[in-house]
């Protein structure tokens, strides 16, 4: 762990300063840290605006978190283009349309070759730093998009996908998911085949969205470290899509990482509370004027599904949560287990983003309020991006131990 670190200290040694963004809006010493350190944020649903013809990334746009000026502005040197698609959608339907949101983010490197690059290892997003480029990695948000079918699941790793999140918010037919009552137990024997062949491939396990048992049987079975690439802590905000202190602790013992989500109803108790999200009088209020704007329309009623939170939150509706919400829960998960072992996946584009921090361009304000609470440099670089590196290269040992493996028995 302590040469991952020496190594990545090493690369940003070498690493061009960023101008892009405006040096006032945080100390000297802040801006300094955050744009010479490789920031990755592990989990983004930009992908599903990538489906539309008309957006462009490379513009600067006045809605949503996340195109490459504001990522430029925001120091991100790494992103995780989540594909998902609803775990209602399943078969070769859910298989055909994962590919087409791993070829739309492929598209954008093709189309912005200056700014992005396709990257699926950690010396790719070291290289891609180095060279002043965006690494762009994609993870698959839902295992019921591989169709119980690992040759699937082969096909999505050779076209660049390095995690996979084993559910969504249902239950798959192989693992139970933290959105519904569990049907397996946790993870079947399939489901633990496929852990296996995650690790053999080389491609990060992904606990965000899985129930509680299936995240205990997920950690009997991975040989390789495993990520939560978008959940916070349960003891700040009792959503069962986050962690307890206890899974936050177990997560650590084998070496993963829980990178802190930035959703309101993850952050703030309060604001889980009001019900915003999928019930209660002002979900079902929001509900309706989507239902009213986009009809069946599913990209709109996500658009319009953000845009109304924000607009309830803005006028009192809905309990105010602030971005230092996001250091909280940061701080709470390094009291447990250390700095080595938290990092950042914000779920820009798929989520509600806390009051100042609204898109890409304003995380530098995270790097700055660890130093405020007395981090040191080292600690503040590997929760930015360090620990996520680290956990990449763990699972590309293990992919190599373990092909090595069964090269020798077959022989």
């Excluded at 989990?43 to 978190?65: E, I, V």
């Excluded at 790793?157 to 559910?167: E, N």
Aim: net charge negative.
């Amino acid at each position: 762990m302590r040469t991952s670190a020496l190594l990545s200290g090493l690369a940003l040694a070498v690493l061009p300063a960023l101008s892009a963004s405006p040096e006032g809006t945080t100390s000297r010493r802040a801006h300094a840290l955050h744009f010479g350190s490789i920031v990755i944020d592990t989990h983004d649903d930009t992908t599903q605006r990538l489906l539309d013809p008309a957006f462009d990334l490379g513009a600067r746009h006045a809605d949503g978190g996340i195109d490459i000026p504001r990522m430029r502005q925001g120091g991100l040197r790494a992103l995780f283009f989540s594909i998902w698609l609803p775990g209602t959608v399943t078969g070769p339907t859910a298989v055909e349309g994962a590919l087409a949101q791993i070829e739309a983010v492929r598209r954008q490197a093709r189309l912005h070759p200056r700014d992005l690059v396709l990257a699926t290892t950690a010396a790719d997003i070291r290289r891609a730093a180095a060279h002043h480029k965006i690494a762009a990695l994609m993870g698959i948000e839902g295992g019921h998009m591989i169709n119980e079918d690992l040759s699937t699941l082969d096909r999505f790793f050779a076209l660049g996908v390095r995690y996979l999140t084993l559910t969504h918010s249902l239950n798959v037919t192989w693992a139970d998911s933290s959105g519904e009552a569990p049907t397996h137990n946790g993870l079947t024997d399939f489901g633990r085949t496929v852990v296996a062949e995650m690790n053999r491939l080389g491609m990060i396990v992904d606990i965000s969205h899985v129930s509680d048992k299936t995240f205990y049987d997920v950690l009997a079975t991975s040989q390789a470290p495993v990520i939560a690439s978008h959940s916070s802590c349960r003891a700040l905000c009792d959503a069962p899509r986050n962690l307890t202190d206890q899974m936050i602790r177990d997560l650590a013992a084998r070496g993963g990482v829980i990178q802190i989500n930035f959703y309101n109803a993850f952050l703030s108790q309060p604001f889980k509370d009001a019900g915003s999200a999928q019930d209660g009088r002002i979900g079902k209020e929001i509900e309706a004027l989507i239902k009213a704007r986009c009809g069946g329309d599913a990209a709109c009623g996500e658009r319009e599904w953000l845009r109304l939170e924000r607009e309830y939150m803005e006028t009192g509706k809905l309990p105010r949560v602030d971005w230092t919400a996001i250091v909280e829960h940061i701080d709470h998960a390094v009291q447990l287990v250390g700095a080595d072992h938290v990092g950042l996946g914000s779920d820009f584009d798929g989520a509600t983003m806390p009051i100042g921090m609204e898109d890409a361009s304003h995380l530098p304000q995270i790097t700055e309020a660890l130093l405020e609470k007395g981090y040191s440099e080292r600690d503040i670089r590997n929760i930015l991006g360090g620990n996520m590196l680290r956990v990449l290269q763990q699972v590309e040992s293990t992919a190599k131990r373990m092909r090595q493996s069964q090269k020798g028995a077959g022989r």
